[in-house]
């Protein structure tokens, strides 16, 4: 008899993998919560139609109705419609956040459609400059995963704009294509000509851009530069004064959280006011957890992990969060060996009033506990 195999494009999180995984959504959901989202979970299923359903959807029919289905792509449209239908009876400012599966579609950093775990917040009517304290948020979820410092890129929707009208442009075309290329010989012929050297990478500080900058250029970048300061240095956060974002919906500050791994930029948001139908301000940033399991996996990144230990007795495990605990079961005649073989990282025993775990592979002693539960 064949195994079945998995569909193109499904990922399974299998014994520590798995353990790894919850542990790094336990993360982010104290986070969230921490920070005053409370949860809300989608379904798996929607309508499909022209706009939503690609070629690498998954679908299939309604019994009763015979209309299409698909698995979710993104969770946006599925937000879009609690905030708009669902909550719509709740005062503002409240924040929302998601943890769940999709159907992702694809990207340049992975040509088909796979499985995805994506998590975000929504801040529905936040006040005014409250920027600063979303950036101050996806600054502590982005450096809790990365070893290194991650770098936050900064921009304006408006950045663009303000660039192509407020100058001479020899080829407005070529000009605007130019930026998207970060090509900067392509902007000396077709830009204007008196600002030859358009910082088409980043900048820190308004000090950075040429002395010819236009106004409107120079007081959003001030602005920006204002919230980079207020950021912890953790993170490393730039200014883009010229890039586009990626969804339409943004309309004013927008960031993406890079760590130079697959799947760049990992995090992204920023302020999109009209995304939803309700007349209302909101904030608000999604990540995708799974480039970051594979960075894990290749030692780039180290995520969130309790140790796993196997306990040993007598009585039950102590009440400690800090480590994942595994109990001996009757026929295990070479605990060590079965913990070594399932990835575990020590063995734990009560001694009198204390719990000693020693590491898997040499027993040296890693932790004392003072012992709980029954004797």
Known sequence: MVSARLPRGAREYLLGRAETLTDTILSCTTIFEQWGARRV??????????NHNGPDSVTFAERETGKNLALRR???????????????HLPVPFKLYYLERVWSQPRASSPRATEQIQAGVEWIGPQAG????????????ATGFDDQKPTMAIGHADLRRFWLESLDLVDAVAAAQALDDRDLSAWAAAGDPALPHLPILTVRSVSDLPEETPAPVREIVTELARLVEELDQSIDAVIDPVVRPDNEYYNGMFFV?????????????????GRFSKPVDALGFALDLDPLMDAADSGRMSLSRRPRILWMGPGPAPDHEDYRWVPVEPGMTTPRDWAKAHGLDGLASRVDNEVRIEHIEDGREIDRLPATGDD
Do not use: F, H, M, N
Not at 258 to 269: E, H, K, M, N, Y
């Open 257 to 273: 959280v890079s760590s130079g791994i697959a799947g760049d930029p990992w995090l992204r948001g920023g302020r999109y006011d």
């Open 74 to 88: 993104d969770l946006t449209d599925q937000i879009r419609r609690i905030v708009d239908a669902e909550l719509a």
């Open 41 to 50: 979970v989608p379904s798996t299923l929607s309508y499909a139609d022209e």
């Open 130 to 141: 409250s920027e600063s304290e979303l950036l101050r948020l996806a600054s502590r979820i």
